[in-house]
Nanobody
Framework: QVQLVESGGGLVQAGDSLTLSCVASGGTFEDYVMAWFRQAPGKEREFVAARGRYFATLHNDSMKGRFTISRDNAKNTVVLQMNGLKPEDTAVYYC???????????????WGQGTQVTVSS
């Protein structure tokens, strides 16, 4: 079973960039499709982006162009690069993983503990 640990959250100003990282352990990283979700206060958890084992990538259309997901299989790491941050991007950001791409945008099996991103206006 894979364990996921996120890092890189913090307090930034509108327009800034931030890079979130998630390190996976306890499994074979290449076996998993990796994803990022976020949950803002009072809102449901929202899919942000996913990256397949090699090149396949999915993005939430509302964030596409500002947020980019990448993965480094040699370092067991998935990264979310966030540019042009807005106050409405304030949320807890979660790393997630699943063996099946069909579940990755809705109900992935494995979750990290989350990292807080706060964007001030």
């Amino acid at each position: 079973q894979v364990q996921l640990v996120e890092s890189g959250g913090g307090l930034v100003q509108a327009g800034d960039s931030l890079t979130l990282s998630c390190v996976a352990s306890g499994g074979t990283f290449e076996d998993y499709v990796m994803a990022w979700f976020r949950q803002a206060p009072g809102k449901e958890r929202e899919f942000v982006a996913a990256r397949g084992r090699y090149f396949a990538t999915l993005h939430n259309d509302s964030m596409k162009g500002r947020f980019t997901i990448s993965r480094d299989n040699a370092k067991n790491t998935v990264v979310l690069q966030m540019n042009g941050l807005k106050p409405e991007d304030t949320a807890v950001y979660y790393c997630a993983a699943d063996e099946e791409i069909g579940r990755i945008t809705t109900t992935p099996s494995y979750w990290g503990q989350g990292t807080q991103v706060t964007v001030s206006s």
